[in-house]
């Protein structure tokens, strides 16, 4: 079992910035897949990034510039740090973590990051 514990939301105004941390705890395996989602109210969970265990990057075509993905292995800490923020980043943002096929991917309990304008 993994346990996944995100921290760092908030509200921020437009063209601020937020970074956001994710501690994997539990049965990690080393070669795996971290990343964000989030989710807007009346929208479906959307990737934002991901990054490998090698350090391969994945982004959104929204966030594409204004995000950056990260991640120490030795701390099982995946972040997120959101630049220039627009009110349409306004969402909760879950951690999720995809071990090598065929188990399932596990997820935080969500932060929520709030940018008014």
């Known amino acids: 079992q993994v346990q996944l514990v995100e921290s760092g939301g908030g509200l921020v105004q437009s063209g601020g910035s937020l970074r956001l941390s994710c501690v994997a705890s539990g049965n990690i395996f080393r070669i795996n897949v971290m990343g964000w989602y989030r989710q807007a109210p009346g929208k479906q969970r959307e990737l934002v990034a991901s990054i490998t265990s090698v350090g391969s990057t994945n982004y959104a075509d929204s966030v594409k510039g204004r995000f950056t993905i990260s991640r120490d292995n030795a701390k099982n800490t995946v972040y997120l740090q959101m630049d220039s923020l627009k009110p349409e980043d306004t969402a909760v943002y879950y951690c999720?973590?995809?071990?090598?096929?065929?188990?399932?991917?596990?997820w935080g309990q969500g932060t929520q990051v709030t940018v008014s304008s």
């Open positions: 999720y973590l995809r071990p090598p096929s065929p188990s399932s991917p596990y």
